[in-house]
DNA sequence: TTAAGTGCAAAATCTTTGCAAATGT
DNA sequence: ACATTTGCAAAGATTTTGCACTTAA
């Protein structure tokens, strides 16, 4: 590295006793880059150099510490994206909707949801809402209204 | 057959031209019987006489014929369960909310559940919500209160 | 009778595990 | 130097595919 400043990621290895190794960061800044969860299959396309196994280590690392998130998408294949700050080890605040476009496939986290209150059946107690909806995110919208 | 009286899984088959055969009279009987839904290891379990490919082909064909939906559970892992009657081909109609007990791990599909509207972001345009809650299904939730 | 469905074997994937070599602190 | 982390190889698990045998209509 030329210069001796630290970024974010390498802030946010330390703050969680995690080196900071090549894939590490790469895989941070990989998902930092995108407003949308990203496949296991995808990151391994884009970084062809990282070992899969390696990979699947960094992730469920990167999981446990409350580092990133994994969502399923309508396939039911994993996708992972950053947690907001407030995720804490092995307690995720995941109380976002996930957003699944059916056209373009990306799963978008909408963090910044005021979720309206849902009613369960009586005896049911939620602990936590992990909420999932289904359709055309604003871009193919669009295309597809042309 | 004793009886030459069609019960509704037979209709069912007929309605949706799929042959009568035992296995798949097995599998909906098994996911009709219970009220979460079941995932695809647990019917393997319960139908250690049908042939693992049999169950994946009898399943994927239930699911194109809008006989079942399939639901991802928290690992990611699919359950399936009965769709109500207004699901089509190709087309289910699963606004409804799943959920998924961390104690039992049972998926519950709540149908008759009134879903608040959801408001999106501006773009986001939603087909179809689908819907999951996790938490404590009423029986667990009992067990450890006591 | 014959088209559809099943079961077995085998391929293709996906995920985990073990261990030696490499790397960050 | 030393504990972590990585990469490779190999085991395990899951899902798909091909084909001959069986079965429902």
Chains 1, 2 share one sequence.
């Not at 039911?76 to 995720?87: I, L, R």
Request: proline share 4%.
């Amino acid at each position: 590295m030329a210069l001796s400043h630290k970024n974010n990621f390498e802030v946010l290895l330390e703050k969680h006793h995690l080196k900071k190794t090549g894939p590490r960061l790469k895989v941070l800044s990989m998902l930092s880059a995108k407003n949308v969860a990203t496949s296991q299959p995808d990151l391994e396309g884009v970084m062809s150099d990282i070992d899969r196994v390696t990979l699947y280590r960094i992730l469920s690392a990167f999981e446990e510490k409350g580092i990133i998130h994994k969502v399923f998408d309508l396939n039911g294949t994993a996708n992972y994206a950053m947690c907001s700050s407030d995720c804490e080890e092995n307690h995720h605040h995941d109380e976002h909707l996930h957003f699944n476009c059916t056209a373009c496939k990306n799963v978008y986290c909408l963090d910044d949801l005021n979720l309206p209150p849902i009613k369960l059946p009586a005896g049911f107690k939620s602990e936590g809402f992990t909420l999932y909806a289904s359709g055309l995110c604003p871009k193919c919208n669009k295309a597809i209204e042309k």
